[in-house]
């Protein structure tokens, strides 16, 4: 957002400027700010306190008494003097740009303390409050746009091209592909240094925040030469998944896969298991903080592990820095991208499903596009977004948030924000406004979908237009029969699976909220497709201000979302910062660039492509 300009002697108004096609748009709003003091308008004192020769005189000054002769007034004490010079500053041409900041920040917090749940500040108030005075894109009114729009999709379907098929453009600079020399492809077994002890580790969360822990948990096995344990699986209480390692993934896989980097075994021997009295949780728990470097655990954890010969960290989520040793890289790379496959029960499963996508895909030669829709009852309770559901919405959301997360939401002094929520892209995306994205980027409705996700909030209302516009629409329950998922009910986990490995086949990836699912598939599908994640990420900001505009153009609405379908294809490529997670941007960690690629323009038009 812009400052003031300039301050008048009345209101004042601040005004932000729309957002561009970044990651952090600046969301376009206006807010009036209360009043300011107007200045002093008697003739004793000027607001600008122009020098001139004919300044008019006074007996007394608005700031104390005593005879003023053109120049200031006679101050009688310290307080007057100080009152003086503030004022003075204040109103001089200069002295507004110094308290402009604060005059700005005060009206934005007066600003935002009014963007709530509309009505009032309390989750989930009746309705969508009173939409005249509430702020650009703070209100739900996706269905009003698509009720507008969906006539020109209809006449816009062009059977004769669909997006998929040029969708990310040809690279023309530079490919990738993995760079790390495989275990997997060598032949035999390293013989690998003598064991300080046995490390067990405790993996939580869903299924990929299991697998940071699983491959953080390699890394530092090979640190600290420590056999590493098959990895435990804590019972989530939100996953509620009692699946073992050996049930999501293939454990006989895992151990070979790693043979020449880290010694891997199922569980611990018999005879280390009795000197802790036949039970584990006698072994010394080791309280790891989040985010700890390599110095930390040869420094702490190696002489307890020497000490003791066994030692467990539990739970181990996120307990390796991002920041770390390239040798230390190279073993989460191969622990991510090698060593990690799923089951076979699952494997074999979602190799037929992919199969079944892509044979439904036949119309854009095999390729479909897949969604991560994140609009399960628990994600939008937690969001705190209001929907279009009313009275009978906020009682749902209000168990569910109780239910899953007893009082956290209620605790005292806590204020909740749906409209600035809404506002600031925090959302789940509904099915609606999924399809309306696609739509607007030219995937038409000969376009197959694939849609994972769980357990969809009130899925006959919300999925009904979504199958209107894609009528070629599936999901893991429609592509596999029930028979086939039969032995998977119930595993969150191994659900979730099956969902990810169906994403990761597909030409495109929607993600429509954060999380470690998106986040995985979009460094996965850069470590498979050459470097380029192939993935939308939708700007949620400036969606919220268009999903807001009952009276928006369809022709405008396409450019706008063609340019978010641009950007996500120049963001395809992204090295990891420092700071970012290695299973999101696999490069130049786990990746190699391989040859540059030069555009050359034929005579006749054409573009060819040569390697320099």
């Not at 036949?362 to 390729?367: A, D, F, Q, T, Y």
């Amino acid at each position: 957002m812009h400052g003031f300009s300039r301050l008048g002697s009345g209101s004042g108004r601040i005004s932000g400027g729309g957002g561009g096609g970044g990651d952090s748009p600046t969301l376009m709003t206006t807010a009036t700010v209360m009043a300011t003091a107007s200045p002093p308008t008697s003739p004793t004192v000027s607001p600008r306190f122009r020098h001139s020769s004919s300044r008019r005189k006074s007996s007394s000054s608005v700031y104390g008494s005593g005879k003023s002769s053109g120049g200031p007034p006679k101050l009688e004490n310290f307080i007057e003097r100080i009152v003086y010079i503030f004022l003075s500053a204040v109103f001089r041409r200069r002295g507004v740009l110094l308290f402009a900041p604060i005059f700005y920040f005060s009206g934005m917090l007066m600003y935002m303390d009014s963007l709530s749940l509309l009505p009032g500040s309390r989750i989930g108030g009746g309705g969508v409050g009173d939409r005249s005075s509430s702020p650009p894109g703070s209100i739900y009114r996706s269905p009003q746009v698509f009720e507008k729009l969906w006539p020109y999709m209809q006449l816009d379907t062009n059977h004769s091209y669909n997006e998929l098929m040029s969708a990310w453009r040809p690279r023309l600079h530079q490919t990738w592909k993995p760079c790390v020399n495989w275990s997997t492809a060598s032949s035999g077994l390293s013989e690998l240094p003598k064991s300080n002890g046995f490390l067990i580790i405790e993996a939580n969360g869903g299924l990929n925040q299991q697998r940071i822990s699983i491959c953080d948990a390699v890394a530092v096995a090979a640190l600290l030469n420590a056999t590493l344990v098959i990895p435990m699986f804590h019972l989530n209480s939100v996953w509620r998944d009692s699946s073992k390692f050996g049930e999501i993934f293939d454990e006989e896989f895992f151990i070979y896969a790693l043979r020449n980097n880290v010694n891997v075994i199922k569980e611990l021997p018999e005879d280390v298991l009795h000197r802790f009295d036949n039970n584990i949780s006698n072994i010394v728990n080791l309280r790891v903080k989040a985010w700890s470097t390599p110095s930390y655990y040869l420094r702490k954890v190696l002489p307890k592990l020497l000490e003791l010969g066994a030692v467990r960290i539990a739970p181990f989520s996120n307990r390796l820095a991002h920041a770390v040793p390239s040798e230390t890289q190279s073993l989460r790379c191969l622990a991510n991208y090698e060593a990690l496959r799923f089951s076979k029960p699952i494997q074999s499963l979602a190799e037929k499903m992919v199969d079944r996508m892509i044979r439904n895909s036949s119309i854009s030669g095999g390729n479909y596009v897949s969604v991560h829709l994140r609009f399960e009852e628990d994600m939008v309770a937690f969001s705190c977004c209001i929907y279009d559901g009313g009275e009978e919405e906020k009682l749902e959301m209000d168990n569910a948030r109780q239910k899953n997360w007893r009082g956290k939401f209620k605790k005292a002094g806590r204020v909740i924000k749906p409209g600035a929520n809404r506002m600031d892209g925090k959302c789940p995306l509904t099915p609606i406004e999924v399809g309306m994205i696609l739509r607007g980027m030219g995937f038409d409705n000969t376009t197959s979908v694939y849609v994972a996700a769980g357990k969809i909030y009130r899925a006959e209302k919300y999925m009904a237009p979504l199958r209107q516009m894609f009528p070629l629409l599936e999901t893991k329950e429609t592509l596999a029969s029930e028979l086939e998922l039969a032995p998977f009910q119930g595993h969150s986990s191994r659900l979730a699976a099956l969902d990810y490995a169906v994403c990761l086949h597909s030409e495109v990836f929607l993600t429509t909220q954060g999380g470690n699912f998106p986040h995985f598939l979009m460094g996965h599908r850069r470590y498979l497709y050459g470097g380029h994640a192939k993935t939308i990420r939708p700007d949620k900001r400036k969606l919220a201000i268009l999903f807001d505009s009952p009276d928006i153009r369809w022709e405008n609405f396409k450019r706008q979302m063609h340019e978010m379908l641009r950007h996500s294809d120049s963001k395809g490529y992204e090295m990891r910062k420092p700071s970012s997670s290695l299973y999101t941007f696999p490069m130049p960690d786990c990746m190699c660039k391989q040859q540059e690629l030069e555009e050359v323009r034929n005579i006749d038009g054409n573009i060819t492509v040569t390697i320099s």
